[in-house]
């Protein structure tokens, strides 16, 4: 592109045009992009419905007792549910909340 060597000053010509040119878009886009807070965003029409809210009691529940399981199919299957739950970890602690049948 050029014929010989460049001398020093007009290499610092190009780089000091060069940076100008890319500070110059960088304003511009930090200009832009300041001017998108006018922008007004999109409004959420809330509708009020005329239903009444029913509220769940609460239901007391009677603590779990492995002790009580008298099948031996699901002493089987809590034994094997708490051996597959604490298999990923050594120092797992292992609560049985409930145990239930299904059919």
Request: one cysteine or more.
């Amino acid at each position: 592109m050029f014929k010989g060597t460049i001398s020093f000053m007009t290499s610092l010509q190009i780089t000091l045009i060069s940076m100008v040119v890319v500070f110059l878009i960088l304003a511009i886009l930090a200009f832009v992009l300041s001017l998108f807070k006018y922008i007004p965003a999109e409004k959420v029409i809330k509708i009020k419905k005329a239903t009444p809210t029913i509220t769940p009691k609460k239901v007391e529940k009677e603590k779990f007792d492995p002790s009580k399981i008298k099948s031996e199919e699901m002493q089987v299957a809590m034994m094997v549910a708490c051996i597959e739950a604490a298999e990923e970890d050594k120092d797992a602690k292992i609560k049985v909340v409930g145990i239930k049948e299904l059919n």
